[in-house]
Every structure is written in structure tokens, then in C-alpha cells.
């Protein structure tokens, strides 16, 4: 993190400058102010010191006293020699009012102009003033030097008789100054440099905290929330850390429940029955569940080049986006569509972002095939009972009508109009028979009286009871099975009777005078099989797959000519799939037709309850 940012970038040596700095510019204040003051202060104890040495005692009062100073001149050198107790650095010499240097510390001026040696300036000003006069000068040789000059014997019109003239060395006071500043550069690169070595340490305390803060944002960044920021103070600093923390838990707490959400969501998606696809406007899908693929027969390479429009071109045009968005303008539309064979309800609707802008449109898709064949089954249905009722009822009606009309009276056309009228409401009986008896199964009404049976002894009971119309049609009634045999089913007589009279009639009716019926029974794999076959009209490939539903017949007028009602097959079928057996067909047109009922066979438990 830290190497991405320049050196001044980085707030660490931020701090350290600023300490840096304001230590710099603290240090060069309090070293000019020291300096300064220092020199200021050795400036004025040397002037209070020259001055009291001068004015203290009578020496002034003395050399005022004097009426010509060069008079006295050897007595003043001696005095001044005897009483001038400092060093080499100062002198002082008596100027007289024609300004001669009457005596002085430094024998050299004696006797010469001061105009020449000393300054004037300041020895006019004191000697015409009458006032003490000072200033700086600079002798030859660079030395510094203070003049200071008393005058004395003044006549009270500013007119002085001489002046003590006293010329300090001030070289020492500038080295000392010079050398405390040396000393002030010394103490500050060394200020500067523990300030740069605390000011390193400090800011690191600053920026640790800071930077581990970042190090864990970036983590966090990436999804890695695992890891706390160590929280080491209670300064503000310590409190970011702790807050950061707390952001963490949240932060950590509000992804895990929106990830769990979204597993949970991607979880329904994945496994509803219903397809759903989520399209942006830019026609890329956002989401498709499996069931919307395998409905629409999309593969998952399919998405990855193609828009939706490329990919719904197959399904028409009323599915393309556009289509949709206009079909949802004012909210959520429907519509249904065909696609290999299958009908589908779709429902879709513009989902839009937080700002209430269309994103795209959400579609979902329901097969409804079964449903809608269910629904043609029940309108066919309804439509073929009235029929099947109507056709009896429109023959009994016009027979009547007839017999009321007169033809009652011709006994042997009213008995066969009555004949005819007896057999119709035989089929009506007959077929409400039927259509209550598939009522019942199919609100499983029915009661079913399981019993372990022999189903050849049942095969043999039933026979006799079709001999009759066989003969009369000179069929052959073959069985082919042992009569004695014993296979033992647990099955309701009565319903598989029916079912065994049901096929058999069906194998005479549909079989030509003189045709062959052969009646079979086989055992194995625990099940047993009863098998009619027969060689008459037989069913063309097409038909076979749908004599099993209600009222299909594959020629009407023969079936209802034969007093079929349609729904035999229909109801064998559910009486033996009641029985978890299967009933099954095999049938070439014009050859012949195969019926198998395969039943379980009963597991036994001995000979007791057998008939
Ligand atoms: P139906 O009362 O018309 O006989 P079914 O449900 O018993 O009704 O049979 C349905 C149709 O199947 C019949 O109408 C007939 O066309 C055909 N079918 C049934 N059994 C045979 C068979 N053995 N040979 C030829 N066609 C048959």
C-alpha cells in the first residue's frame, strides 16, 4: 500500500517535516533573540562599568579643576596610569578643549591631535554638549571598538575644559557572540536531528494504526473478513480502529445474510418447475434457471455468444424483447406460446432500478401442455357423453313418435319400433353404467374386494358366457391353456371378469364369421399373463396408442352397431392398473389383434382362502 504513495505523499513524513520545521523555526528565533540579547547585555554592563569607573571618586572633579590641562600634563599621565585598573583592551585618554591629547593609558597618543587618532565627532558632541556621548567604530585592522567620551569642567554654556576619552576593544563581546552562534547551529542540527528521530517514531504511532486500518479496508476489499485491527489506544485513533471494527462485524453480518439470501434465492430458481429468465435491455441475459433451458432447449455455450433475440428467434416473433417491452408498458402482461410440440403460458414484466428506470423484463415461462390436454380431454369428454346420450335418446324420441303417431296399430312394425327402442335404452343404460363406474375410480369411490383367486378358474367361469354370440358369429373358441392349472392372483373377480368379458366381446365383435379366437395363460417373472388374440380387423398403427381413452373408437358406426360404448378399453385399463398390473395391445390392421392383461402373481400363504 505504502510503496504506491510518494515520499511526500505519505502523511508518516508529513509529520516529520512539520515537527522539522517548526523545531527549525522555533530554534532560529530563540538563537536570534539569545544572540542579540546577549550581545546587548555585554554591551551595556562594559558601558556601566567604564562610566562608574570614570564618574566614581573625585578623577572627573579633579581634571576639572585644572585651568590649563597640558600644564599638568606629567601629573595627569601618572594618575591616570596609577588609577586605570582595566586591561589592555580598554584605553582612555584626557582630550582638552583644543582637542590635544593631554595623557593617555596608550602612551603613543600622548601629545597627538585626537582629531586625527580619536573621533571627532563623538568628542565634539560631548565636550560641546556637556553630556556623556558614545559610538561605534571600527579601527584600523578591522578591531571593533566603543567610544565613549565624559566631558568635564563644563562653564554651563556647553563649553567643556576636556574630556575622558575611553575606546573599549569590543572584539571579545563579538567573538563570544559570534561563538554562541556557532553553538545555537550546533544545538540546532542536533535539535533537529532528535526531533527527526522522534518525529519518525511518533508519526509512526500515528500512521500504524491508520495504515492497519487500510491494510484491513483492502481485505475487506476482497471479501476477507476474518481478521480484526488491533485497537492500542483510546485517542481518537484508537476509537477509528474500534469503529472500523465494529464496521467489520456489521459489514461481515449484512453480506453473509444478503449471500445466504441470494443462495436461497439461486437455490429456488434452480429447482422450480417454472422457467425464468431475467433479460437486460441491452438483450444479455442476467439470469436463466435450468428449467427455462430445458424448456426453450438452450445450452449454456448458447448464452455466452448470443443475445436473447438470437436465442428466442425459434420461439416466434411475438417473444422478441421488443415485443415484450411494448406487451408490458403498462405493467405485467401474459401470453402463451408453441415450441416443439408444447404449449407454454408465459407471464413477464419490466423490472426497473432504484431510480424507477426500466432495467429490463423479467419472463416466466410454464409448460401447460398436460394442462391443456387435460382441459381438451374434459371439453371432448363432456362433448361425446352428450353425444353418446343424445344418438339413444334422438332413435327412442323418433320412434315414439312414430308409434303416437299411428304405427301403433301395425302390430309388427310396433313391435320392432319397440325392439329398437328396448335395445337403445339398453345402450343409454349401459352407458351410464359405464360412465359411473369410471366416475367412481376416478374419485376413487370404487370398492375393490381383494381376494387371492385362481385366474384360470375365473378364465373358465367366464368363458361360457361369450360362447353364445362366438357361435353365432362361427368363431373358434380356442383355449390354449391348462384348465387345471392353478395360478393364484389377489384380485377383485367381479372388476377382472368384467375386463376379461370386455376384451374377449371386443375380439368378436372385431372379428370377422368364422374368425379364430385363441384364449392363453402364461406364468413367469411373478406375474401372470392372459393373452386373447384374434384374427380379425385388427388396428391400423396409429389408432393402437389411443383405444385406451374414453369414447375412442377407430370405426364408430361398427362400434355402435356392435352396442360398444367407447369407454370398455378405458375402464379395463384403470381396473387393471388398480391391480398394479398392465394391459397392453399389439394389433396389425386386417390381420389381427393381440390383447395382454398382465397381472402379479398372489405371493401364497398355503391353500386356505383359495376358490
Ligand atoms: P367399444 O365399446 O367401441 O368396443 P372399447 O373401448 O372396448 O370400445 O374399444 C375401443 C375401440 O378399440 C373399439 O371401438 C375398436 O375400434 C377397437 N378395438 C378394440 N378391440 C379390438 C379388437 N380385438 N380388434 C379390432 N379393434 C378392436
Redo the contacts with the bound molecule.
Sequence with gaps: MQGKHSWSGSMRWRIVLIYFLLVFIVMVVVSVFITNSLETYQMDSLRNKLTSTVEKGSFLKTLSEYDNLLNHQEEIQDTIIDTWEFGFSEELSIVDDNFTIVASTNENLTGESASEVLNTSVLTTAIMGGKMAEADGVLSGNIPVKHLVFPFGSDGNGQSKGAVYIRADLSDIYDFSSQSKYIFIYAMVLALLITAILGVLTSKSITDPINDVTKQAERMSYGDFSQEVVVKSEDEIGRLAEMFNLLREKLDFTLSEMSNEKSKLETILKYMADGLLAVELSGRFMHINPAAMQMLDILPEDLEDHTYDQIMEKCGKHLSLEALLKGSKTGGAQDTFDFRGSVFAMRYDRFKNESGQDMGVIILIQDITERQKLENMQTDFVANVSHELKTPLTTVKSYAETLLDGAIDDRDTAISFLNIIDTEADRMNRLVKDLLQLSRIDHQRERWSMKESNITALLKSVIPKIELSARQKQQHLNVLFDEDAKILVNIDKDRIEQVIL?ILS??I???NEGGRIDIDVLEGGGNVKIIVS?N????SEADIPR?FERF????KAR?RA?G???????IAKQIVEEHHGTIAIE?QEGKG?K?TISLPLAIRRGQRGID
Excluded at 380379425?536 to 388396428?539: D, F, K, N, P, R
Excluded at 360398444?564 to 378405458?570: A, E, H, I, K, P
Design positions: 370386455n371386443n375380439a365383435k372385431y372379428t384374434d380379425g380387423i385388427g388396428i383405444v375412442y373408437r377407430v370405426d362400434s356392435m360398444g360404448t367407447g369407454l370398455g378399453l378405458s394389433s389383434t390383447v
